[in-house]
């Protein structure tokens, strides 16, 4: 009894950690509001971290959330970076929410069952970005979409589908849907930059995901040989190594860049781990995605 009282309160304590951790994850981070938009009769709801003031020629970046994550999530799990530039550079952030048991988004990868059709994501973030766009002086040129998992999959699709709305797209852990890929071979260049760990075992690092940044470059008009580069290996402990391939110039001002987290898993790079019994793999702690992306987005407005 000696041995396993000691075991047993610390069995509690972690859970009680894991609950509050958990419950921090499903909370809004500071600054940021939930709201609501109806889309077809349907209340879809999404958080806003609009930094600084509403002067016009604000940059717009929707965050989306992996397959069974929330909003809230995805802001924590990015350790609240996008707010942070937001309030430094007066941008706007988003983090929509997707609907369904699990909530993921229609990232083209499903079919609608006869009885039960699939919410129209395309359609709802395009009613968001309008929506925010005449409320808070939204730059038109400079709108933008990262994601992660299922996410990173949506974002995409958003990519392809509709690039007179998003002039680059950042997807993490995330490749794209056959019938995506199929109809996304031409149409406007969007930029993209993405990144992939090969020890991800959840969405593996397989043929699907080259093809995908082929599709990309094909699309973009980009060099057919990449820039190659290594990122320093600031933290030797998180067993990864990042290699990146950067396309460019592409049309219209576009470019590609890949990054390829050799030893990474499923993960956000520089940001928190999911929570769960799962194992995610290895996150990279030699760069923060948030602020790689951000940087990327920056570079590249639509001209």
């Known amino acids: ?23 921090r994850r499903t909370r809004p981070g500071p600054g940021t509001v939930e709201r609501e938009l109806v889309v077809d009769g349907v209340p879809r709801t999404y958080l806003l971290h609009a930094g600084g003031a509403a002067t016009p020629g604000r940059p717009l970046v929707l965050v989306l959330h992996g397959m069974g994550g929330r909003a809230a999530e995805i802001e924590r799990r990015t350790r609240d970076t996008f707010d942070v530039i937001a309030d430094r550079e007066g941008a706007v ?54 994601g992660i998992s299922n996410g990173g999959m949506m974002v995409h699709r958003l990519g392809c ?19 995506v890929a ?14 992939h760990g090969t020890d991800d075992a ?12 082929a599709t990309w470059t094909k699309r973009d008009g980009c060099p057919p040989v990449p820039r190659a580069s290594r990122l320093p290996d600031l933290d030797p402990h998180d067993g990864t190594q990042t ?4 396309y460019g110039p592409c049309a219209a001002g576009t470019d590609v860049a890949f990054y390829t987290i050799e030893g990474g898993g ?13 194992r ?13 992306i951000w940087d990327f987005f920056k570079r590249h407005p639509r001209r």
């Open 1 to 23: 009894m000696r041995r396993i009282r000691p075991l047993m309160i610390a069995i509690v304590i972690a859970l009680a950690i894991t609950g509050v951790t958990r419950w």
């Open 161 to 179: 589908e509709r690039p007179d709305l998003f002039a680059a797209i950042a997807p993490v852990s995330g490749g794209m849907a056959y019938d």
């Open 93 to 146: 952030v988003v983090y929509p929410q997707a609907l369904g048991s699990p909530r993921r988004w229609t990232d083209g990868w499903i079919s609608a069952p006869a009885n039960a059709p699939l919410p129209d994501d395309v359609r709802f973030l395009s009613a968001l970005v309008d929506a925010l766009a005449g409320e808070l002086a939204i730059d038109r040129q400079r709108i933008f979409a990262a």
């Open 280 to 292: 995610r793999g290895n996150t990279p702690r030699d760069f923060d995605a948030g602020a790689v």
């Open 243 to 246: 290699r990146v391939d950067e």
């Open 202 to 213: 959840i969405v593996r690092f397989d043929q699907d995901i080259t093809a995908s940044t």
């Open 182 to 195: 199929r109809a996304c071979v031409s149409g406007p260049p969007v930029s993209v930059i993405a990144m």
């Open 266 to 278: 499923h993960a956000w790079p520089g940001g928190t781990g999911f929570w769960g019994l799962m």
